[in-house]
């Protein structure tokens, strides 16, 4: 079946310093989700790329969706203690409804 | 607001007794889901519905049941059957399934 791994498990940072997170599919994607979720909380829905090569910014965050649509990547740009948490990939496979999860990237901001 | 609502945030319960956790959404959204999460798992789909009196199992199905009888409520009901239950179950919807997903607050059961 669909196998989506998120790296890396844990990355540590000091504040100011940039994070990236990478998410790869053993299959193509028809799209790929971005999730946050605060340590204690709920994941929250960031954002959606559908489109080959596609590349979001909201802010400090900068979303892309590799070409062949089976990589993406989330990169936060000078992190601050409010960016703490898990960041979750999701993918939905080719004609598949229900997306798969990765594992997530826990994000440790060091003042 | 419009929103999921998850209830009760903690849940302690017996082993081998069933238990069932509440998820209402006024959202008007037609698709609902649970998933649960233990650490370092990340998120694994235990029940899902497009639509009303429709659902179907995840990848975790066994020891859990579900209905929808109304399009704002999806309760999940852990059985005795479920092997290891203690988790953080969390239900979330979405307009059509394909948009990005709205969690609740999440539930946390602790089986002693």
């Known amino acids: 079946g669909q196998q989506v791994m998120q790296i890396p498990q844990y990355q540590h940072v000091q504040e100011g310093e940039d994070f990236t997170t990478y998410c790869n599919s053993s299959?193509?994607?028809?799209?790929i989700q971005w999730y946050k979720q605060r340590p204690g909380g709920h994941p929250v829905f960031l954002i959606q790329?559908?489109?080959?090569?596609e590349v979001k910014k909201q802010k400090r965050l900068t979303f892309q969706f590799g070409e062949a649509k089976k990589n993406s990547s989330l990169h936060i740009t000078a992190t601050q203690t409010t960016d703490v948490g898990t960041y979750f990939c999701?993918?939905?496979?080719?004609?598949?409804?229900?997306?798969?999860f990765g594992r997530g990237t826990s994000l440790i901001v060091h003042p | 607001d419009g929103g999921i609502t998850q209830s009760p945030k903690y849940l302690f319960r017996k082993e081998g007794q069933n238990v069932t956790l509440s998820c209402e959404q006024n959202?008007?959204?037609?698709?609902m889901y649970w998933y649960r999460q233990d650490p370092g798992q990340g998120l694994r789909l235990i029940y899902y519905?497009?639509?009303?009196?429709?659902?179907q199992k995840g990848d975790i199905a066994e020891g859990y049941s579900v209905s929808r009888e109304k399009k704002e409520s999806f309760p999940l009901t852990v059985t005795s059957a479920q092997k290891n239950p203690t988790a953080f179950y969390l239900c979330?919807?979405?307009?059509?399934?394909?948009?990005?997903?709205?969690f609740g607050s999440g539930t946390r059961l602790t089986v002693v």
């Open positions: 999701a993918g939905r496979e080719e004609g598949s409804y229900i997306p798969t």
């Open positions: 790329l559908v489109k080959s090569g």
């Open positions: 519905s497009q639509i009303v009196n429709d659902f």
């Open positions: 299959t193509t994607l028809s799209n």
């Open positions: 979330a919807s979405s307009p059509t399934g394909t948009d990005g997903y709205t």
């Open positions: 959202l008007n959204h037609d698709a």
